[in-house]
């Protein structure tokens, strides 16, 4: 089975600390995505990865930025943490090429909070 | 604005009843896929339809695809109090991107 793994189940941080989430898979993925995860709103993607070193910005990244220097780590930065990133943040590894047809593998998210 | 839509947000049913969700999309695809989500966990794949695919099975899951009217539902038979849980519809067409909907909040009572 596939597992992804992140760091922290919850995590408290206070506003302006830059936050690091980490998130690792163990299946020689492609793909590796962070989404945030809020009431109402359903995942919103904020970036996304499909081979190391390389990274697209999803449909929030404002605020932040992610690194991937190896194949099985993907890791989100919140540059200047602020109240309005209080939220679930999930990632996910998928294997295969654009447009293929397999499936999001999840890690079971990370539960932020910033005071 | 998402792609996917889940019709109902909550649903609430006896345990081995049935249970139905609606997912509707705006745009051409080349799969949907029906995710479930515990509370307080990931996203769990339940089953994955092609877009030249009209209707998939897997166990009590059943899923069909209608391109034509941009909509796709999941049943799920005889539902159990274990099936309690979030159901997400995503979209995936041509790049990196899948595209989630908002959920469906299913309850089933024992």
């Known amino acids: 089975d596939v597992k992804v793994t992140q760091s922290s189940r919850y995590l408290v941080k206070r506003t302006g600390e830059k936050v690091f989430l980490e998130c690792v898979q163990d299946?020689?993925?492609?793909?590796m995505f962070w989404y945030r995860q809020d009431p109402g709103l359903g995942l919103r993607l904020i970036y996304f990865?499909?081979?190391?070193?390389?990274?697209e910005k999803g449909d929030i990244p404002e605020g932040y930025s992610v690194s991937r220097e190896k194949k099985e780590r993907f890791s989100l930065i919140l540059e200047s943490a602020s109240t309005n990133q209080t939220s679930m943040y999930l990632c996910?590894?998928?294997?295969?090429?654009?447009?293929?047809?397999?499936?999001?593998?999840f890690g079971d998210g990370t539960r932020l909070s910033i005071l | 604005s998402q792609q996917g839509e889940e019709d109902p947000q909550a649903l609430s049913i006896q345990e081995g009843e049935n249970a139905t969700m609606n997912c509707s999309y705006k745009?051409?695809?080349?799969?949907l896929q029906w995710y479930r989500q515990n509370s307080g966990r990931g996203l769990v794949h339940l089953i994955l339809?092609?877009?030249?695919?009209r209707e998939k099975h897997s166990g009590r899951l059943r899923v069909t695809l209608d391109t034509s009217k941009k909509s796709s539902s999941l049943l799920i038979t005889a539902s159990r109090a274990a099936d309690t849980a979030s159901y997400f519809c995503?979209?995936?067409?041509?790049?990196?991107?899948?595209?989630f909907g908002a959920g469906t909040r299913l309850f089933v009572k024992a």
């Open positions: 995503a979209t995936r067409a041509g790049g990196f991107k899948t595209i």
């Open positions: 990865s499909y081979d190391v070193k390389m990274k």
């Open positions: 745009t051409s695809i080349n799969n």
């Open positions: 299946m020689d993925h492609e793909n």
């Open positions: 339809i092609r877009s030249n695919e």
């Open positions: 996910a590894s998928q294997p295969g090429r654009a447009g293929g047809h397999q499936p999001q593998h």
